[in-house]
């Protein structure tokens, strides 16, 4: 079974619609982020979380939100898609020691916005 | 500002031989590098990583070696085999507020060739 796991694995959607993407992690990891991958770049940081009570923003979070339900769980809503968030979107996880982790990564939802 | 660079977009190389994928990086208060793996339709996988205390780290047929002075980083493969075929991120962390905050290059596509 894998660690981490994304649900779903691809959406298509319509531009105004509120949309959410689920993580959820196996690992007894801490902390859980959640990245977009636009084609031709690297992977950018919208969110994360140090534990369920800590959420922080990244570099892109504008047009999103998160919610850390528990340890485990960790979600990215989109409250009114548009287009320009069509994206791969990936969550991770790392143990929570804080220097020098290593981040383990889901599988990817991809998004199409129309 | 892309505080880490992958020049290459694309790489090809023959079985049997070595893959060198560079990278560098602007920021000097990075302490930490990793490389991931990705295989289409897959999240990133990590591969190998480095603190910025050494100047390489090997396991198995990866080496990564790290040049601070001149803010550069690269991933060995050898010998190179087909499976190796991805998507290779360099990535880099700063130790901040408690946590690493990683910055992805936009990646190089490895081909190998049987």
């Known amino acids: 079974d894998a660690d981490v796991t994304q649900t779903p694995r691809n959406r298509i959607t319509k531009t105004g619609k509120r949309i959410m993407l689920e993580c959820s992690q196996t690992?007894?990891?801490?902390?859980m982020y959640w990245y977009r991958q636009d084609p031709g770049l690297g992977l950018r940081l919208i969110y994360y979380s140090f534990d369920v009570k800590d959420i922080n923003k990244g570099e892109i979070s504008d047009g999103y939100s998160v919610s850390r339900q528990a340890q485990a769980k960790f979600s990215l809503s989109l409250e009114s898609a548009i287009p320009n968030q069509t994206a791969l979107y990936f969550c991770a996880t790392s143990v929570g020691t804080g220097y020098q982790e290593t981040q383990y990564f889901g599988p990817g939802t991809r998004l199409l916005v129309l | 500002d892309q505080q880490v660079k992958q020049n290459s977009p694309s790489l090809s190389v023959q079985e049997g031989r070595i893959s060198i994928l560079n990278c560098d990086y602007t920021n000097s208060m990075f302490d930490y590098f990793l490389w991931y793996k990705k295989y289409p339709a897959e999240g990133p996988t990590f591969l190998i990583s480095i603190s910025s205390i050494k100047d390489k780290n090997e396991d198995g047929r990866f080496t990564v070696f790290l040049n601070k002075s001149a803010k550069h980083l690269s991933l060995h493969i050898v010998p190179s085999q087909p499976g190796d075929s991805a998507v290779y991120f360099c990535a880099a962390s700063e130790f901040q507020g408690g946590s690493e905050k990683l910055v992805f290059g936009k990646g190089t596509k490895l081909t190998v060739n049987p």
């Open positions: 690992k007894g990891h801490d902390r």
